[in-house]
C-alpha cells in the first residue's frame, strides 16, 4: 500500500485564520482526495484533486473555503480559510492505487485534527 | 447519487467470538466497488476488505469475511475469533468506479470485552 504522511498532525488555531494541510505521498498516484471528519462522525468528501488541473468540489465546499493545490504527483495541500469552530474537523487526505496497481482501493493518510477557538 | 447506511450504531463482542456488521446501500451503476474500513482511536483509516460487485463470491481475509447479498444492496462484514485489537470504527464504503469518490456510511463501533 502506499505510505502517506500529513502535516500538520494536529493544530490549535485562532478563528479567522487561515491553516495549509500538507499530504506527501510515497509514491505517484493520479488521483488524491480531501475529506472531512467532524466529531464522532463519518467522512464526507471535500475534493478531488489531479495534478494538473483544477480541484473538484463536492456539494457544500467551495474553493474559497478549501483552496487545494497539487503541484506533482506525489504531493498536495488542503487550506482551510477564515476558520470558525465549525471547522474543527479532523481532515484526512487519501489517494487511489499508490503505485501498487491496485485501483479501486484508496489509502488514507493518518488525519490532521484541527481544532478552532 | 450513492447512499449507504450502517444501522448499528455499536456492537458489544466478546473475545474469540464472531460479530456481524450491517451495511446496506443504494445505487444505479450496474459497476461498483464495496468496502470495509477500520479507523482504531489512532484514527489511521484502514482498509480491512474490498469486494466487486460484478463478483459473486464473497470476499474474505483471515478473520474477515463478507456476505454480499447484490440483489438486496447488502454488504455485511463478519468478524471471526473477535481480538481485543478489532476494536474500532468500522466504516461501509462504496465507489461507483475507478477514481471516484468513496461514498461511507455513519459507523459502527465495536468494542471487544475481555
Known amino acids: 500500500s502506499a505510505v502517506i504522511s500529513q502535516k500538520p498532525s494536529r493544530d490549535i488555531c485562532q478563528r479567522g485564520t487561515s491553516l495549509t494541510i500538507q499530504c506527501q505521498v510515497d509514491?505517484?498516484?493520479?488521483?488524491m482526495f480531501w475529506y472531512r471528519q467532524q466529531p464522532g462522525q463519518s467522512l464526507t468528501l471535500i475534493a478531488t484533486?489531479?495534478?494538473?488541473?483544477?480541484?473538484?468540489?463536492e456539494s457544500g465546499f467551495v474553493i474559497d473555503k478549501f483552496p487545494i493545490s497539487r503541484p506533482n504527483l506525489t504531493f498536495s495541500t488542503l487550506t482551510v480559510s477564515n476558520m470558525s469552530p465549525e471547522d474543527s474537523s479532523i481532515y484526512l487526505c487519501?489517494?487511489?492505487?499508490?503505485?501498487?496497481?491496485?485501483?479501486?482501493?484508496?489509502?488514507f493518510g493518518p488525519g490532521t485534527r484541527l481544532t478552532v477557538l | 447519487a450513492q447512499t449507504v447506511t450502517q444501522s448499528q450504531p455499536e456492537m458489544s463482542v466478546q473475545e474469540a467470538e464472531t460479530v456481524t456488521l450491517s451495511c446496506t446501500y443504494d445505487?444505479?451503476?450496474?459497476?461498483?466497488?464495496l468496502f470495509w474500513y477500520k479507523q482504531p482511536p489512532s484514527r489511521q483509516m484502514i482498509l480491512v476488505i474490498r469486494?466487486?460487485?460484478?463478483?459473486?463470491q464473497n470476499a474474505t481475509e483471515n478473520r474477515f469475511s463478507v456476505n454480499f447479498q447484490k440483489a438486496a444492496k447488502s454488504f455485511s462484514l463478519k468478524i471471526s475469533d473477535s481480538q481485543l485489537g478489532d476494536a474500532a470504527m468500522y466504516f461501509c464504503?462504496?465507489?461507483?468506479?475507478?477514481?471516484?469518490?468513496?461514498?461511507f456510511g455513519g459507523g459502527t463501533r465495536v468494542l471487544v470485552k475481555p
Open positions: 487519501s489517494v487511489e492505487g499508490g503505485g501498487t496497481g491496485v485501483y479501486n482501493e484508496q489509502f
Open positions: 509514491s505517484q498516484v493520479t488521483m
Open positions: 484533486a489531479n495534478q494538473g488541473s483544477e480541484a473538484t468540489y
Open positions: 445505487t444505479s451503476e450496474s459497476d461498483y466497488y
Open positions: 469486494q466487486e460487485a460484478y463478483k459473486q
Open positions: 464504503a462504496s465507489q461507483e468506479a475507478a477514481g471516484n469518490k468513496l461514498t
